[in-house]
């Protein structure tokens, strides 16, 4: 099946630096991809959805300048966490669809778990 | 306002016997259905999906039902593996939207 590759899988950062995750779809040209974030014991929830040369579509009560995302090429996204602190301490999954699919050809990356200090 | 549901946070089955993940939604709107299994520190892959015009699918081991009536699906493995070991969160979706609503997830643990 299609690959999508996350990067990195961990990454641990001080309070007040900012973090970029990069998700990419390896066989595949994604024109959405999709940005999660889950809490512990808790359900994936969707943060912004991304369409490859527009400015992402946040959801509510995600903040869009804190956390950047990017979509300039057809294979890659990027997630920037600006002026981290540890309550953004989160794990955080990408998801790519290609054109002309439902979500159901929507492919997770392995997640980038992020622990702010 | 969780729109997917999943009332059982943790499952035990033991190994060859039947498990039963079931999962509710509120919004009448969504028209397909999709469960997905994930490992700790990993991205949830896909296992099987179901569209509204369907009350079943199967799989090989794994078999959604779904109930519309009710607002409700269920994902049947079996037998059970120990490798089945993970958490199940199963996803809805409307015709016009492309997010994934998920649920909370169910933690399958499956023994021997």
């Known amino acids: 099946g299609a690959v999508v590759s996350q990067h990195p899988s961990r990454v641990i950062c001080k309070s007040g630096t900012s973090v970029k995750i990069e998700c990419r779809s390896l066989?595949?040209?994604?024109?959405?991809m999709f940005w999660y974030r889950q809490f512990p014991k808790q359900s994936l929830m969707l943060m912004a959805t991304s369409n490859e040369g527009s400015k992402a579509t946040y959801e509510q009560g995600v903040e869009k300048d804190k956390f950047l995302i990017n979509h300039a090429s057809l294979t890659l996204s990027t997630l920037t966490v600006t002026s981290a602190h540890p309550e953004d301490s989160s794990f955080y999954i990408c998801?790519?669809?290609?054109?002309?699919?439902?979500?159901?050809?929507?492919?997770f990356g392995q997640g980038t778990r992020l622990t702010v200090v | 306002d969780q729109q997917v549901k999943q009332n059982s946070p943790s499952l035990s089955v033991q190994e060859g016997r039947i498990s039963i993940l079931n999962c509710d939604y509120t919004n009448s709107m969504f028209d397909y259905f999709l469960w997905y299994k994930k490992y700790p520190a990993e991205g949830p892959t896909f296992l099987i999906s179901?569209?509204?015009?369907?009350d079943k699918n199967e799989d090989g081991r794994f078999t959604v039902f779904l109930n519309k009536s009710a607002k409700h699906l269920s994902l049947h493995i079996v037998p059970s593996q120990p490798g089945d070991s993970a958490v199940y969160f199963c996803?809805?979706?409307?015709?016009?939207?492309?997010?994934?609503?998920f649920g909370t997830g169910t933690r399958l643990q499956v023994t021997l």
């Open positions: 996803a809805a979706l409307t015709g016009t939207a492309s997010k994934l609503t």
């Open positions: 066989d595949f040209q994604a024109t959405t």
């Open positions: 998801s790519a669809r290609a054109a002309g699919g439902r979500n159901t050809e929507a492919f």
């Open positions: 179901i569209s509204s015009i369907k």
